[in-house]
T-cell receptor
Framework: DTGVSQNPRHKITKRGQNVTFRCDPISEHNRLYWYRQTLGQGPEFLTYFQNEAQLEKSRLLSDRFSAERPKGSFSTLEIQRTEQGDSAMYLCASSSTQGFGNTIYFGEGSWLTVV | AQKVTQAQTEISVVEKEDVTLDCVYE???????LFWYKQPPSGELVFLIR??????QNEISGRYSWNFQKSTSSFNFTITASQVVDSAVYFC??????????????FGKGTHLIIQP
């Protein structure tokens, strides 16, 4: 039984560079979420997909952020022209709309440090 | 707007003591879900429990128990006979009735639980 998988787990990048994170959800899950978590805070919702459609984006998701889920399976989150304020852990999660209500399962997160 | 408040930033207890983590929520929805997640140092958020707003029965799972009181908008979590492995940050979260669709989960800031041997 494989859970939500994220890579890379850690990324250190220079300010201004682009970074991309990948998420592989639990295989039968049709919903996929991205969250951001900074030190001492709870995760904050960024965006979510149902299958390949991006249905909701938080106002936290600036124009430098883009997420895709091209075939309704894995997803990528790209941050362009990184800033120091982007340093955080980026969490991916997935869930299924099968059944009544759905529980969201999280991956181990991808830590980003912008120097 | 939804809001979750975990007033306890950090709790430290000695192993085998009982400990309760508080969670108070605000929502205008009449139907919703409440969750608890555990986040060990590795970073993964581990799902512990989901409770829907219709069900106010308390739940027990081993050393863990949850007390949901709609009248006070609280969903508290108790660990009985705590163990060092329980040390982690615990998050309470709230979602709409789809379980996290349009706005995902709204998390509290978390309670850092330290169990000393």
């Amino acid at each position: 039984d494989t859970g939500v998988s994220q890579n890379p787990r850690h990324k250190i990048t220079k300010r201004g560079q682009n970074v991309t994170f990948r998420c592989d959800p639990i295989s039968e899950h049709n919903r996929l979420y991205w969250y951001r978590q900074t030190l001492g805070q709870g995760p904050e919702f960024l965006t979510y997909f149902q299958n390949e459609a991006q249905l909701e984006k938080s106002r936290l998701l600036s124009d430098r952020f883009s997420a895709e889920r091209p075939k309704g399976s894995f997803s990528t989150l790209e941050i362009q022209r990184t800033e120091q304020g982007d340093s955080a852990m980026y969490l991916c999660a997935s869930s299924s709309t099968q059944g009544f209500g759905n529980t969201i399962y999280f991956g181990e997160g991808s830590w980003l440090t912008v120097v | 707007a939804q809001k979750v408040t975990q007033a306890q930033t950090e709790i430290s207890v000695v192993e085998k003591e009982d400990v309760t983590l508080d969670c108070v929520y605000e929502t205008r929805d009449t139907t919703y879900y409440l969750f608890w997640y555990k986040q060990p140092p590795s970073g993964e958020l581990v799902f512990l429990i989901r409770r829907n707003s219709f069900d106010e029965q308390n739940e027990i799972s081993g050393r863990y128990s949850w007390n949901f009181q709609k009248s006070t908008s609280s969903f508290n979590f108790t660990i009985t006979a705590s163990q060092v492995v329980d040390s982690a940050v615990y998050f309470c979260a709230l979602s709409d009735y789809s379980g996290g669709g349009a706005d995902g989960l709204t998390f509290g800031k978390g309670t850092h639980l330290i169990i000393q041997p």
